[in-house]
């Protein structure tokens, strides 16, 4: 995504322009007193304006954005209760980083990572470290620096004069990998998709690795289809390396959104902490944790893993504070909305929400398949969400075709092409998430199957530049 360009070096507006921009009734009084201008775009005003102008024009504007809860492209949460939303007001107000002033705050911090550490098998929940971070994105990054830094640590005779970490990861990574070793200067290596296989091989990650290996990243749902990747046999293959190299490489499991959906509907699959080489594990409170963005996880073993020397201890406003957050300062409301959603739902509350959502994506994937113009690659029965491509048969149109005449409806529905090496493979990718109903489930049928004809009566795909194709990697 292109950083933003200010006005784009567009034309400044005739002043009868501005004046027209402000409907008369946005007035304090009288909707027949002359309204001189509205006020500029890209350049402070000279003045105030009344906050209920303020608001409309703001508002008026936003109606042009989709709307969110037919974004079928991101897994970020677009519904929660009212309730929520009252708490979440309540407490936008305090900043997350003043413990010493708001310590409830940081006690329903301290609670959501305890529970996360029993939720996900730590060997023993009350020592294991965590935090609450913006999202899975800095989660990741804490870790990636973890890694990196026990790695030092164990070579410190020869880093960093000679030698150069590297980390290993399936080429369906999420973004923010990627983001991590430019920043942090790491390698990255990854293993590249094959055939039908659209995320990382243990064999083929164990291969990769060396002595400058800092860790594997194994995905437990993979952006791209939804689908986990192997944790129990990646480990395994990094067990086997170990015994034939002495390398002991550990694993870092972005579980951004499977690791709040396997506990609760795949609760034999063993991915976490009962893994030995398991060092690190984050997720997206904003994704199926069921909060509003952004809040993230970010949990270690114990405090073996995260090393002292990267936790601070800031005296600050009258408090000893220990931090590892990339951020300083953002508002405790979404951590309380977290808590209060864990309140609320509790184990059997997530598995019921997580299971609606799975068998709801379970549905409209075979309803993808019925239409026979589609072949599935995943059926959402991982993370609740699904990958399809058109069926080899179908000339007339693709997917960028799909994806552009369902957004006339209102629909976002993501197409993209996958990367290396199935470059060669574009698919449409259905995220279901709360709130997103058997309802309007069936109304995407209905929109799909009115668009359908006209798609078939084309004389080839019009989207002929795949080169834009993009993950939508939320």
Known sequence: MPLHQGSHGKPAPSEEHRRLALNPFFGEADPTAPMVAAPPTHVLPDGPLPPATAYRLVHDELMLDGNS?????????????????????????????????????????????????????????????????????????????????RWAARNSERYPASARPNLVMGVNVQVCWEKFCTFWEVEPRQVPMEGERFHLDPQAAAELCDENTIGVVGILGSTFDGSYEPIAELCAALDDLQERTGLDIPVHVD???????????????????????VSSINTSG?????????????????????????????????????????NFSRPGAQVVAQYYTFLRLGREGYRAVQQASRDIAGRLAGEFEALEDFRLLTRGDELPVFAVTTDPGVKAYDVFDVSRRLRERGWLVPAYTFPANRQDLSVLRVVCRNGFSSDLAELLMDDLRDLLPELRSQKHPLSREKGPGTAFHH
């Open 286 to 326: 904003h994704k199926y944790g069921l909060v509003y963005p952004g809040v993230g996880w970010a949990l270690w073993r114990s405090p073996a893993e995260l090393p002292e020397e990267l936790v601070f201890r800031v005296n600050y406003l009258g408090g000893d504070m220990p931090t590892f957050a990339l």
């Open 69 to 149: 809860r037919l974004n079928l492209a991101t897994f970020v949460t677009t519904w929660m209760e009212p309730q929520a939303g009252v708490l979440m007001a309540e407490c936008r107000d305090k900043n997350m980083i003043d413990k010493d002033e708001y310590p409830r705050t940081a006690e329903l911090e301290r609670r959501c990572t305890a529970m996360l550490a029993d939720l996900w098998n730590a060997p023993d929940p009350s020592t294991a470290v965590g935090c609450s971070t913006t999202g899975s994105s800095e989660a990741c990054m804490l870790a990636g620096m973890a890694l990196k830094r």
């Open 255 to 277: 579980g951004a959104s499977g690791a709040m959906v396997a506990p609760f509907l795949d609760p034999d699959l063993v991915w976490d902490f009962r893994l030995p080489r």
